[in-house]
């Protein structure tokens, strides 16, 4: 029986010549206790076994008041540290961002042809390798991770590259975006962002959305600012749409297109695409900037349009037909609209 006790806690000892009194530590939330049951069941067991059950009976009570304690987390086996510490010796300490103290969740970083920077997050689960883990990225399409049983941390940072080599093109486009022009939104773009609004001029910009798949072709464009100066802009791109080269840059197309020049850093200061919006008096609010525009081309004063569409339906001699609200423009009186803002009634 002492050898058997011994085996299952080596770090306890015996304190008298009768083996009846021990000290020393047992080792808890870690292996579930099998032998607990029969200890209630066989009421013939010997000493030697009632002893030998304690323990069990010890060790599960033990889990169950450490488990019961707030914060708790329950520990894997050795070998599931022991695996993982191998896979991350193979694949490189230097490709390891970040890793919790419970060990499950983990960053890899990854450089692609580029220079690029990327990181993939990967949630393992209790019964990994055997469970697949979960993964994501900053990417704007989905991440695609083939996962068996065989899988290492290696085979999921070198599938990780092959997604983001695949979207080289992509990010070159908008880089070229990003470092040759005045970028009003998003302000801090991130890798899975396909969308620029870019200034054009003064309360005049284009949003384009770019495809991931097939970023040198013509991405959908939406033309922002006051109506006379939009109309001959969105006149031109209708016109010149069929001018636009694939084996030439987006930023190229859209100046040949446009038939303009956008303003750069290198020509302008950011400062002057930065207008407050007329009735908040703020450039940003939250995450929107002024969008909207008095068409007279004498005022042209910008808006928030969740700002415009409150001031307006306060007017009482505003009125709304189906989701377009009419009435004066604060500064010049001149008739303005706005749609209705998503969500409002």
């Given at each position: 029986m002492s050898c058997l006790l011994m085996r299952e806690s080596p770090m306890i000892i015996a304190l008298n010549k009768e083996k009846t009194v021990y000290d020393g530590f047992i080792t808890v939330l870690v292996r579930k206790v099998s032998h607990l049951t029969s200890y209630y069941h066989n009421k013939h067991m010997s000493p030697a076994d009632r002893i030998n059950d304690s323990h069990y009976e010890l060790v599960y009570y033990q889990e169950v008041a450490l488990k019961s304690q707030p914060g708790c987390q329950s520990f894997s086996p050795p070998q599931y540290y022991s695996q993982l510490i191998t896979e991350m010796e193979i694949l490189g300490w230097d490709k390891?961002?970040?890793?919790?103290a419970e060990f499950r969740t983990l960053k890899l970083k990854a450089e692609d042809s580029a220079g690029r920077q990327h990181a993939i997050a990967v949630k393992l689960k209790?019964?990994?390798?055997?469970?697949?883990p979960e993964f994501s990225a900053d990417l704007p399409v989905p991440l695609v991770i083939m996962w068996t049983s065989q899988s290492t941390l290696a085979n999921v940072h070198s599938q990780?590259?092959?997604?983001?080599?695949a979207l080289s093109e992509f990010w070159s486009v908008l880089d070229e975006i990003d470092e040759q022009t005045w970028v009003l939104e998003p302000e801090k773009p991130t890798k899975a962002d396909s969308m620029r609004r870019i200034a054009i001029g003064n309360n005049v910009?284009?949003?384009v959305q770019i495809d991931p798949r097939h970023p040198k072709m013509l991405p959908e464009c939406c033309l922002l600012g006051a109506e006379h100066v939009v109309t001959p802009l969105r006149n031109k791109l209708n016109a010149n749409m069929h001018l636009w080269n694939p084996d030439c840059s987006v930023l190229q197309n859209m100046k040949d297109v446009l038939e303009i020049e956008f303003p750069s850093p290198t020509t302008h200061e950011k400062s002057s695409f930065s207008v407050e919006c007329g009735i908040c008096y703020s450039y940003r609010l939250e995450s929107a900037i002024p969008d909207q525009v008095c068409n007279d081309p004498r005022c042209g004063q910008p808006f928030?349009?969740?700002c415009l569409y409150e001031w307006l339906r306060g007017l009482p001699t505003s009125r709304q037909s189906f989701n377009i609200v009419f009435g004066e423009c604060p500064y010049c009186s001149k008739p303005i609209t706005v749609k209705m803002v998503t969500g409002n009634a």
């Open positions: 390891l961002l970040f890793i919790d209790s019964k990994y390798p055997t469970e697949a990780f590259l092959l997604n983001v080599e910009s284009i949003k928030h349009q969740v």
